[in-house]
């Protein structure tokens, strides 16, 4: 089976050994936080707050983070979009989740006058907090998103 979809630049020379092929050429991710629902502010959380947490973190695995209008005017700059949300329970806990998404442009192989945005890379998680500990679970399911996003973003990168 051949490709389906091609990426631009050097990024589009990369032949699909593994998964990890589509952050080979990759400098950088820019971050998207989607609007958190009322459960996810009422348990504490700001987009502000998880914005410098997965800078901290993108930091400190070696993956360059850029400005959002980078992805739109650069090849080699992907989002990372994260949405988060926590809604309570009637009986007390919150039921909370996290999904983190690397959303690159691509064209069709076929045709390469069609495109548009893809994910190439996908994690999701879901656990169940008290308002005390949703801050604190939801920092260290961010941590081991970003921790599994930092393997495959360096071995790709490295290849």
Do not use: Y
């Amino acid at each position: 089976m051949g490709k389906v979809l091609r990426f631009g630049g050097a990024r589009g020379r990369q032949e699909d050994v593994d998964e990890n092929w589509m952050f080979d050429g990759l400098e950088g991710l820019a971050i998207v936080i989607e609007d958190l629902d009322a459960g996810a502010m009422e348990a504490g959380l700001n987009r502000t707050n998880i914005q410098f947490h997965i800078e901290g973190r993108l930091a400190e695995i070696g993956i360059p983070v850029a400005p959002l209008i980078a992805a739109a005017e650069d090849e080699a700059i992907a989002v990372l979009c994260v949405a988060i949300g926590a809604e309570q329970h009637p009986a007390g806990p919150f039921a909370c989740f996290l999904s983190l998404q690397v959303c690159d442009l691509a064209t069709l192989a076929r045709n390469p006058a069609q495109g548009g945005g893809v994910i190439t890379w996908l994690a999701n998680d879901f656990w169940a907090s008290s308002l005390e500990d949703v801050q604190g679970d939801t920092m260290e399911a961010l941590d081991e998103g970003l921790a599994n996003l930092g393997k495959s973003f360096l071995v790709g990168r490295d290849a």
